[in-house]
Every structure is written in C-alpha cells, then in structure tokens.
C-alpha cells in the first residue's frame, strides 16, 4: 500500500465535508503530489491532496502561500464581478483550524473545493485551447500585478536558478550513482555546451531590469481548468510553487510544454518540433491579458524565458534519471531520458528560429502598438 492510501482514511477524517464521504479515488495526472476526488454522499466533491515531502520540504509555509494568494485572487476576482469559487482555487481548512493536516506519518494534507463543469487537458490540442490557457495565466499576472511578491514564502528555494540547475546536472554526471551518464552522454554534452546562457535571466534580474513578481512557475496547459461548455479558461490550480520570480519564467515554461505537437515523454525526436506560430499565438494571448501590467523589457526576454525553460527543465529531468528517478513520477524505464531528450530539441528549434521569436516579441513593445 502507498504512503498515502495508508493515512488516507485520518485525512479524510480531518475535515468538514458537509456530509460524509463515500468515495476517494486516485485522481489526475500530476507526477508529484497524491491527489484524491472525494466525493460525498449528496455527490458534492473536493480535491484532497498529501503535498509531496520529496519536492517540498515545508509544506505549512508552502500553503501560507497557497492561502494569501487565493483570498487576493478571490477579492480581485469578486471586485471585477466573478466569480471567486469558480475562477480560482477554494482552501478548505481543517475541523481543527490551520491551512492544512499532519497525519500520523507526518504527512501533510490539503483540501480544495472541486471546481465544477470543468476540463483539464494534458496538450494543446488546438491554437484555440493554447490561446485561452495564454489568457487564463496573463490574466493571472494582471491581478496579482500589486501584490508584494516579496512577502512569499520561496517554496523551492533556487526553483528558476537555470545556473543551480546546471550545476546540480554536474554534480549528478560526476556521482553517476546508477551509470546511467555514458548513456546520454550526448545529451550532457548539450546542456554543458549552453553554460553561458544559464546565466541570462538572472543577471537581468540582478540588475534591476527585470522586476520580481509574483509568479506560478509552473504553468503548463493541465494547470488551467477550462469550461465545459465554452471552452475557455476558467482558473489556475496547482499554485505549490506559487512564489517570487520572473514573469518571462512563467511565459516560457508554457511555451515549453504547448508550442509544439508531442507529449512531453515522446521517444521518437522526429515528431518533436517547436512551432513558431504557436509561440505567437500565446504572446498575443498572454500579453493581451497582462501586456499592460508588464514592463518593456519582460516583453523583450520573453523568448529568452521560453528557451531557458526549456533547457533548465532538460537539465532537470535529465538530472533525475542520472540520480535514480527519485523527482518525478515515471511510469517506464528511461521515461525521464525521454523527458529530456524531448527538452533538448525543443530547445535546438528555438535557436533555429531565434530571430523570428524576438521579431515576434518586438511587434508587441508597446511603441508598435
């Protein structure tokens, strides 16, 4: 029996459902986290979750985070005439108070209120879905535009620090606890030979040309819910990693994982392909949503947060699968190789067309407007 399947029953005990419980099962596809749907006996339903102790090593702080954020969501939302249950994330707190449960096992449990009526897809299976999910994160950086993102907890300390990154990929090639480094010695090779770029970002950063804000670090297309029935996108979930940093690090990793057609663990690199036209289908999106909270030079870097995303995620499942898989999920041998490898050409398209995405950027500078 699984770690959380064994103190699911305390968990589930810990909180007010409303009416009793009659059904908790595995849900979703997320490597990290244990995520159940309960369902109750008047069939309403919530999202119960055991936070990763792996990735996240101070969970109470983590949901400080989770919680502040979501009540100024919530009021911005309610301000511009939303709705607050439906357009973000809904803490339920345990019977006994706090933002969260420790069961026996010292595991750390959270519960959400399920947001009806909604789908959550793993690609973009259209322009049409990746442009909503460029709305639904540029939308998230417009209210949270004033919020002191200095105040937040760093949930993953270095998170978005492509150099740590990098070095913990050297650290892991040198240990090669598992001798897995001859083998994808090739794709070392290509992280290494990009060593200068890790730095980019952060110098901008440093030197005051880019601003901190508040961001979601990991905005993929599956953690956007869209509406059923329109088919636009409706709330931004999974804010673990809800923290300071850069706005071109949000931007990028959704381009990452939707300006392309393949899964994210595709082996065969022949269907691995970046899509310039799904890059500018999301800046328009994103930028039209959050243009007016950004500065000129976040529009500037934005290509340089979608290649640096790009590699440093490379990195990070590569350095997994050197280490022993012990990160993410994997559900296969090699899965992470895959992972990376998929990272790794992704990253060599947007060098091909480098120019064409600062081109593309350029034309939203609000001079060109």
């Not at 069961?103 to 690609?123: I, K, M, N, P």
Request: charged share 25%; hydrophobic share 40%.
């Amino acid at each position: 029996m699984a770690q959380a399947e064994q103190t699911l029953n305390e968990a589930l005990a810990a909180f007010d459902f409303g009416r009793p419980a009659k059904e908790a099962v595995r849900f979703g596809e997320g490597h990290i986290n244990d995520t159940f749907l309960v369902t109750t006996q008047e069939d309403r339903r919530f999202i119960l979750q055991r936070v990763s102790p792996v990735a996240f090593h101070e969970p109470k702080r983590l949901m400080d985070n989770v919680v502040n954020v979501t009540e100024y969501l919530s009021q911005e939302i309610a301000r511009q005439g939303g709705d607050p249950r439906r357009e973000t994330l809904t803490v339920v707190r345990p019977r006994r108070g706090g933002t969260c449960f420790t069961d026996s096992a010292g595991g750390v449990w959270r519960l959400f209120l399920y947001v009806e009526g909604t789908v959550c897809y793993q690609s973009a299976e259209t322009p049409e879905l990746f442009a909503a999910s460029g709305r639904a994160f540029g939308r998230f950086q417009r209210l949270l535009r004033d919020y002191p993102a200095e105040t937040l907890y760093e949930t993953i300390p270095r998170f978005h620090d492509t150099v740590n990154r990098l070095q913990n990929l050297k650290n892991a090639v040198a240990a090669d606890p598992l001798g897995r480094a001859g083998d994808c010695r090739e794709d070392i090779e290509f992280m290494l030979a990009r060593e200068r770029d890790c730095s980019v970002a952060l110098d901008a950063l440093r030197s005051g040309e880019l601003p901190l804000r508040v961001t979601h670090n990991d905005t993929k297309l599956n953690n956007v819910l869209m509406d059923e029935e329109t088919g636009e996108a409706l709330c931004v979930i999974d804010l673990d990693t809800v923290m300071p940093g850069l706005v071109i690090n949000d931007f990028g990793d959704s381009i990452r994982f939707g300006a392309n057609h393949n899964a994210e663990d595709e082996p065969d690199l022949s269907k691995v392909n970046f899509d310039p036209a799904l890059f500018e289908t999301y800046t328009a999106a994103f930028l039209g949503e959050a243009g007016g909270a950004l500065t000129e030079a976040e529009i500037r870097y934005l290509p340089w947060g979608a290649k640096l995303m790009t590699l440093e995620c490379g990195m990070r499942f590569l350095t997994d699968h050197i280490e022993g898989d012990h990160y993410f999920h994997i559900s296969r041998p090699g899965q992470n190789l895959d992972r990376a490898r998929t990272q790794r050409k992704l990253v060599a398209d947007m060098e091909h067309c480098w120019d064409k995405l600062n081109a593309i950027a350029a034309r939203y500078l609000p001079n060109q407007a």
